[in-house]
Structure formats: structure tokens, C-alpha cells
């Protein structure tokens, strides 16, 4: 990094742009200098493009060839410790530079001059003549003093129309004036009392308090059973944060929980805080990017990529539901937001707060290692406790293939709905159907493109691929043997379920939250209400409702198929199951009422679902901690997985074999190379998956490695190589 910050007009610069060229270009200071870290437009080509300043230029070419930056951006310039961060993730992650600028410039129009917007307060003249419309104007703006409205915000609250408005203009009754369209977020205020907590949580929120106020980087894991007010509790750290005059950031894993946290903010800081996510506008996003740049925003509620807003005082991450697998990023940027939420705090001296029920075991172990503080929320607030956990054995049911729900399950279902309780019933699985087999020549009908089974999804009446999202109608006909009418369903998806819940429960009132039914956040967001507000007796949902949600009267849970997680070759199975289980119990009896969750099982002894059973976690991380050591896998040792990808297998094959016989650089650091092989997922799209897999001690220098490893083969352009450090999934 360049010890200058600032460059006169004329002193070269390097900059840093969002477009696919993996390294800065050099460009002369325009007119008044401009900063280290400032955004510019820059001309490229015939463009011109967003960049930001990324040190002093490199020169060693002819100067007058040199172009001159455009434009200096009216925002907040890009903070040191930011391109820090944003440098370390690109190494980390072997991401070019400019895509995790791209990461760090995601909202709309930044190189537009701030937009503006017409707004509408009270002038000092009285209209001509008065009407009803015109003195219900006059009294709205009377009632908010001096506060200015937008044309509609105005006529909607004096219930008139907008020409009543625009009519006391020209009179003088009525100012018209341009401001800027993206306005600070309101102010929380931080003194306001939050609830009064019991001993437990007063003495972790204490303890979160005091380490957001020493502002100096540390990491707590709190941990604490769904429903032991993990979220009250680092409240309190958020109230200390905005107290020092920092800001405030809230990861939360899934879109729907945003509205139920958005209220608890308001009720706790009498004002809602600003919100980033896929689900937001983009005006919204703008705004939100400008303003937590110019301080106008005290706390941020977002998705992971919310971590690469221009912070200016970050002094607290909180990582809800930190286990979450949704928190790695999947496609483009391959990073775990937990960790790097960990690396962001390091850079600006922030606390973070790592808030689970069921701790990732890096959480785990981290804790373990010194790394992390751990505090602990035993019991559930108030009378809730934790629900008591038996294993139904489907052995000793006998269930025809057609019904998923044993006779015990359906007894206790029956009598929640006697007593006016709520039962859930949990299948991990969308659809109707997994697998639809013709029963005339046993063909499974399969994605054309994918090497995945179709799921047949009854609602919207098509097969479905879960790859690459491909449908087709349900054929009449098999389509390889031609027979009609011989296409039968295998398996239960939650439609399904629903199909047999409804037949048996014919009186009862049935839900079924799963992510492919609901066409918007909104609509989702409404049935997650109406379930919380006691409109249902059966919920039947898929992992979406393990999430976090709070149904009161929910007491019983009955897990479809705890076998589910279980199959499969993932080196976190044990602990994804595990905290699945733990997660979906966790939904019932969340108030007085004491919940029961059964779970159905072919092998009530596997370890996983006795440690589930007995509720024995401590054992349960020990055990899983131990067999990762021995195993030397994460995190006791680290992996990179690559996939290769392409449309002809032979190519694909040749290049992962290429890279198998020139594995040297990784032997140098003590790696062992795996593959090439056929991911499980052998095709997507069309195009053919190869796995190679990199595993290597902790300690291990894996990203040099990695990177002279694959620098040794040129890819032709239809293949991808695609890096993937620290891997949660492997298909
Ligand atoms: P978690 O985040 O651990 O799941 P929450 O913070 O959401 O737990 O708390 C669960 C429920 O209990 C919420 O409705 C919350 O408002 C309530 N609650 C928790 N602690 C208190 C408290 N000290 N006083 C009043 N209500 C509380
Ligand atoms: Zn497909």
C-alpha cells in the first residue's frame, strides 16, 4: 500500500476498475487531485467506467499517453482498512481484484449525480379560498411542524388528491423544493430501555457490552438454545455500539426473518435500520450504500454480502444463526460471510457476535482453541424449555410405501389439534415427489441436461430439475418405453405430505411453507404471520421454517425422515443432521406450553440420532472434533476443492488429468491431491463436472500453492476452473 494519500493533478494513479482486467490501470489526477480510495469514473476504450483509486500509478510507459481520470465521485472515499480487507478476501478466495470490487460497488447509479427528488412543505401564504381538501392539507402539515412529504406521502395522508397539492403552489401556501433522493435512516436511539433480562442473559450481554466498548477486535460464539433470547442479548451489544457512535452490522442467513427483526430493532431503537438484501430495491440499495458510507446509517439488518458495504465506523458483526450453510457464497466470490465477517472486524477493531443454538463445529473448535469467547444461554426464556426428543422406529411401523406419516405421529398430531396447538411436520425436500419410475420398464425420468432425477411438483403440475432449474409438463407417456398411464411417484416431497396430511386431518387447516411456493419475500413473509398468529393446526415445511421463526403455539414437531441428511459421503453430514434436528425440535414449544419433537427413524442406534435423542451436545462435538482430527479435515485441516467444467467430458477429463500429473507445487506444501473424478453431480447444464480435492494441514501456504499449481494449464476457453477454498459442499 502507498504511504500517499493524495496525488496532485497530473501524479499518476493506479486504479482499480470493476471490469474482468486482473490488475490496476494508471491514470493522471484530474483537475483538484483526488484521494487514495476515491471512487472515479475512469475512460476505457470508448467507456467510461467505475473505479477507485488503489495507490500511486506504476508508470514506466509514455506519460503523455496517459489519460486523465474523468471524475472524481461525490461519495465517501473507499476507507484503508476496507481495500485491506477486500485485498485479503481476493487472496484468500484466489478472486481476481476487480470482482471483489464489483462485491464492494453493488448498487445502482453510483456514477450518476445524486438524484433528487421533489418534496412538499409549508409556505407562508393562505390559499385563495378555503375548501375541506385544502384544510385537511394545511393540518397534516400543521401536525408534522416543519417535517417536508413527497407529492404521494403528502396526499395520501391528507386523503386528497395530488392536483388539491400542486394547486397551493403557485398560492405560496405550499413550498416546492428539490432534495436528495437518498435521505439518512432514522435515528436509533440507543438509551431507549430494552427488556429487562434475567440473570443469564444480563451477564452475556454485560460481557458483550464491555467488548463492544473496549474497541478492539474479538469474536464471542453465543450460545444458546432458539428461544434463550440470544437476540436480546446482543441487542444490548448492538445499544453499546451505537452508543460509542459506531455502526452496527446484523447478518441474519434467510430474507424471511428480516420483517420479525426489523420490528424487534424498531420496538428496542424507535426506528427501523437500514436493510440490504436481494429482496430490497434497488433505489433502496442506493440509498443504503450512500448512507452507510456518509454516516447516515447507524446499523445495517443483511444478507453476507452486506460485509463489503462502505463502513465508516464498524464496531460490531453480528452473524445470526452462524451454523447457517447459506452463509457461503456459492457462485461468483466462493466465501464463508462467518469468516469473513472475522477478518472485517479485524481490520476496523470490531467485535463480533457468532449467535447459534447449534454452533458450527469451526465455531466449536475455534472456542476450543482460545480463538473465540464463549458464552452460554442455558434454558429458554421464561417457562419454555426445550422440547423432549423421542425416536419413532419406522422398523415396527410397517408403512405401505404410499403413507410417510406413522400411526404414532398421526396420534399425536390428532391430539394437538384436540388441545388448539399447532403441529409441524418436517421434510427436507420440495415437490411432490423425488423420483417419478414408469412401472411399465422402470425408467426414471431425468433432466435432459443435468445427470439429476426430475422432481415432480404437483402444484405447479411439471417436472422440475433442483440442478439447473429446467421443467417440463408431466408426460402421459413414459418416454422411453411409450406405455401411458404406468408413471408412478416414488418418495415424498412436501407436497405429497400435504396430499396425505389433508386426507387424514380432513378438518384440520393445513400449510405448507416451502421456497418454491411463495412467488415473492412478501408473500412468504405473510403465511410465516398467519402460522405465527394461530391460523393453522398442521404446518408442513421444509428447512425454511428450521430458520428462526418464533410459533408460539407450536408444541409438537414430528420429523418426517431424520434418516435424510444421513446418507451421502459430506464430511458434515453427522453435523449438519445434528443441527437440523436440534434446529426444526427447537420450533416447538417456544412459550409456556412444553413442545415434543418425534422423530422418525429406520436406525434409532446410529449415533447421530442418539446423540440427537439425548441431547448430549457436548459429547456429540467431541466425538464428531475427534474423527475430523483423525481424519485431518476441517477444521483440523484444510481442503480446496476445484471443478472443472465443460461441455465435452473428454476435454474436461484431460485438463483435471493434466493438472493431476503437474501436482508438484501442492506436494511442496505437504497438500495431497484427490482426482480427477466425476463430481456427484456429473453433468449441469450440459456441461460435464470434474472434482479434484485438495486437503492439507492447517497451517499449509494453500492459496500459493494452488495458484502455481493451476497456472500451469492453459484452459481452452470452454473449460471453467472454478476454486473453491474451504468447501461446505461437494456436488
Ligand atoms: P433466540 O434469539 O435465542 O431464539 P429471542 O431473543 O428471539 O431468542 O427470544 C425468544 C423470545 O423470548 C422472544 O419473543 C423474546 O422477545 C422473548 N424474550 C427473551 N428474553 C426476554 C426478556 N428478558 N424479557 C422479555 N422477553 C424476552
Ligand atoms: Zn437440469
Known amino acids: 500500500m502507498s504511504q500517499t494519500h493524495f496525488f496532485p493533478e497530473g501524479t499518476l494513479v493506479a486504479v482499480l476498475t470493476c471490469e474482468p482486467i486482473d490488475r490496476s490501470l494508471d491514470y493522471k489526477a484530474p483537475a483538484g487531485g483526488c484521494e487514495v480510495g476515491a471512487f472515479v469514473e475512469v475512460p476505457l476504450g470508448p467507456r467510461k467506467v467505475l473505479g477507485c483509486v488503489w495507490g500511486a500509478g506504476k508508470g514506466g510507459f509514455d506519460l503523455s499517453k496517459a489519460r486523465s481520470v474523468s471524475n472524481v465521485l461525490d461519495v465517501a472515499p473507499m476507507r484503508d482498512e476496507m481495500r485491506l480487507f477486500l485485498e485479503k478476501v481476493a487472496d ?28 412538499y412543505r409549508r409556505g407562508a401564504g393562505r390559499p385563495t379560498r378555503e375548501t375541506e381538501a385544502r384544510t385537511r392539507v394545511l393540518g397534516v402539515l400543521e401536525e408534522y411542524g416543519g417535517l417536508s412529504f413527497t407529492l404521494k406521502e403528502l396526499a395520501d395522508a391528507a386523503g386528497v388528491t395530488p392536483s388539491v397539492i400542486k394547486g397551493l403552489v403557485p398560492q405560496g401556501v405550499i413550498f416546492e423544493e428539490d432534495t436528495p433522493r437518498d435521505l439518512p435512516y432514522g435515528r436509533l436511539d440507543p438509551a431507549q430501555a430494552g427488556k429487562e433480562l434475567s440473570g443469564a442473559q444480563d451477564a452475556a450481554a454485560r460481557a458483550l457490552r464491555g467488548a463492544v466498548a473496549a474497541q478492539a477486535y474479538s469474536t464471542t460464539l453465543l450460545k444458546g438454545v432458539t428461544g434463550s433470547g440470544k437476540t436480546e442479548v446482543y441487542l444490548e451489544a448492538v445499544a453499546e455500539c451505537l452508543a460509542q457512535g459506531r455502526q452496527a452490522l446484523v447478518l441474519l442467513p434467510e430474507i424471511a426473518l428480516t420483517a420479525e427483526f426489523l420490528t424487534r430493532v424498531e420496538e428496542r431503537f424507535g426506528a427501523k435500520p437500514a436493510e440490504w438484501h436481494s429482496g430490497v430495491t434497488m433505489t ?25 458495504l462502505p463502513f465508516q465506523n464498524l464496531g460490531l458483526i453480528v452473524v445470526d444463526e452462524e451454523h447457517d450453510q447459506s452463509y457461503k457464497q456459492e457462485d461468483g466470490v466462493l466465501y464463508s460471510a462467518r469468516d469473513m465477517a472475522v477478518l472485517r472486524a479485524t481490520f476496523c477493531s470490531a467485535t463480533v457476535v457468532l449467535a447459534s443454538a447449534t454452533p458450527s463445529l469451526e465455531s466449536w473448535a475455534n472456542v476450543e482453541a482460545g480463538k473465540y469467547t464463549r458464552l452460554d444461554l442455558e434454558s429458554r426464556f421464561g417457562p419454555a424449555v426445550m422440547p423432549d426428543m423421542h425416536a419413532l422406529d419406522l422398523r415396527s411401523e410397517k408403512l405401505p410405501a404410499t403413507r410417510f406419516v406413522s400411526d404414532a405421529l398421526a396420534r399425536a398430531v390428532t391430539k394437538r389439534i384436540g388441545l388448539g396447538e399447532q403441529s409441524l411436520l418436517f421434510l427436507n425436500r420440495r415437490g411432490y415427489a423425488p423420483v417419478t419410475i414408469c412401472r411399465a420398464c422402470g425408467h426414471q425420468i431425468a433432466c435432459d441436461h443435468c445427470d439429476a432425477r426430475m422432481v415432480e411438483h404437483r402444484f405447479l403440475k411439471r417436472l422440475v430439475c433442483h440442478q439447473c432449474g429446467e421443467t417440463k409438463p408431466m408426460p402421459e407417456a413414459c418416454p422411453s418405453c411409450q406405455v401411458e398411464g404406468r408413471l408412478a411417484p416414488v418418495g415424498p416431497g412436501v407436497e405429497r405430505l400435504a396430499e396425505e396430511v389433508t386426507e387424514r386431518f380432513p378438518d384440520a387447516k393445513v400449510s405448507v411453507l416451502s421456497s418454491d411456493l411463495f412467488g415473492s419475500a412478501r408473500a412468504l413473509k405473510a403465511a410465516i404471520r398467519d402460522i405465527a398468529e394461530g391460523d393453522t393446526d398442521i404446518v408442513i415445511g421444509t428447512q425454511l421454517v428450521a430458520k428462526g421463526h418464533n410459533f408460539p ?179
Open 92 to 119: 484468500y478466495t484466489l478472486t481476481p481484484r476487480a470482482a471483489m470490487l464489483r462485491l464492494a460497488t453493488r448498487a445502482p447509479g453510483l456514477m450518476n449525480p445524486p438524484s433528487m427528488q421533489k418534496v
Open 284 to 308: 433502496e440499495r442506493r440509498r443504503v450504500w450512500k448512507m452507510v458510507g456518509a454516516g447516515g446509517a447507524q446499523m445495517v439488518i443483511g444478507a453476507r454480502s452486506a460485509l463489503y
Open 553 to 731: 403455539n407450536l408444541t409438537l414437531v414430528g420429523v418426517i425422515d431424520a434418516d435424510l441428511g444421513l446418507q451421502g459421503s459430506d464430511l458434515r453430514a453427522a453435523e449438519r443432521t445434528f443441527q437440523l434436528m436440534r434446529q426444526v425440535a427447537g420450533r416447538a414449544g417456544r412459550s409456556e406450553k412444553k413442545g415434543v419433537a418425534l422423530l422418525q427413524t429406520y436406525q434409532p442406534e446410529h449415533p447421530v440420532i442418539r446423540a440427537i435423542i439425548a441431547g448430549d451436545e457436548e459429547g456429540f462435538w467431541r466425538a464428531e472434533a475427534a474423527e475430523r482430527k483423525m481424519a485431518g479435515v476441517p477444521p483440523y485441516g484444510r481442503m480446496a476443492g476445484i471443478i472443472l467444467s465443460g461441455p465435452d467430458l473428454a476435454q474436461v477429463m484431460d485438463i483435471g488429468n493434466a493438472l493431476a500429473r503437474r501436482a508438484g507445487p501442492l506436494h511442496q506444501v505437504g497438500a495431497q491431491l484427490f482426482g480427477p473424478a466425476p463430481a456427484p453431480i456429473a453433468r449441469v447444464r450440459g456441461r460435464h463436472r470434474i472434482r479434484l480435492l485438495i486437503k492439507a494441514e492447517k497451517t499449509a501456504p494453500i492459496q500459493r500453492a494452488v495458484s502455481a499449481w493451476v497456472g500451469q494449464v492453459k484452459l481452452p476457453g470452454s473449460v471453467r476452473l472454478q476454486i473453491d477454498i474451504d468447501p461446505q459442499s461437494f456436488w
